[in-house]
T-cell receptor
């Protein structure tokens, strides 16, 4: 069965601090995809990144970076020099081969104060 | 380029009533998925429609049904509403041939059952 665990319910930081959001996943498939989405108060889920199970290369996009480690079944997300606009709920999600559905974690609420 | 459009944005229903939610996918997308997001939880997959057929279904009772139209838009119907059906209902669209690249979500319909 597929499962995504985001153990951090809420994180509070002060602007310009770095913050890492943890994601641990479970799947029996060898081919799968991992995603991160951002959900601002408006409710819309905003796509941030997709990573397939065969590509463990870390990725950096501006202030965002992702660390994918198959050995620990983790796909962690780091925001460098956080900003107030980063405040939102962040979801990690898993999709197995066939991409029929996304299985989401329970989300991590990030609060960035000025 | 319009993204995923959902209507209505909010509605209030009474227990036992029926409700219909609507979704227009992003231009160029042919697949629509529906998710239920209870307060403080991650989205849960309800079902997915492609070529006007239900392709996959999550763990939801038959009270939840859907439809996809020839123009790829979709409806989610919930019969015999329960208080526990109160949630944010999210629609996500993708192109079947490119769904590995992620899904585009709408802002959702917030349903309150009283």
């Amino acid at each position: 069965a597929q499962k995504v665990t985001q153990a951090q319910t809420e994180i509070s930081v002060v602007e310009k601090e770095d913050v890492t959001l943890d994601c641990v996943y479970e799947t029996r498939d060898t081919t799968y995809y991992l995603f991160w989405y951002k959900q601002p108060p408006s409710g819309e889920l905003v796509f941030l990144i997709r990573r397939n199970s065969f590509d463990e290369q870390n990725e950096i996009s501006g202030r965002y970076s992702w660390n994918f480690q198959k050995s620990t079944s983790s796909f962690n997300f780091t925001i460098t020099a956080s900003q107030v606009v980063d405040s939102a709920v962040y979801f990690c999600a898993l999709s197995e081969a066939g991409f029929q559905k996304l299985v989401f974690g329970t989300g991590t609420r990030l609060l960035v104060s000025p | 380029d319009a993204g995923v459009t959902q209507s209505p944005t909010h509605l209030i229903k009474t227990r036992g009533q029926q409700v219909t939610l609507r979704c227009s996918p992003k231009s160029g997308h042919d697949t629509v998925s529906w998710y239920q997001q209870a307060l403080g939880q991650g989205p849960q997959f309800i079902f997915q429609y492609y070529e006007e057929e239900e392709r996959q279904r999550g763990n939801f009772p038959d009270r939840f049904s859907g439809h996809q139209f020839p123009n790829y838009s979709s409806e989610l119907n919930v019969n015999a509403l329960l208080l526990g059906d109160s949630a944010l209902y999210l629609c996500a669209s993708s192109h079947m041939a490119e769904r590995a690249y992620g899904y585009t979500f709408g802002s959702g319909t917030r349903l309150t059952v009283v």
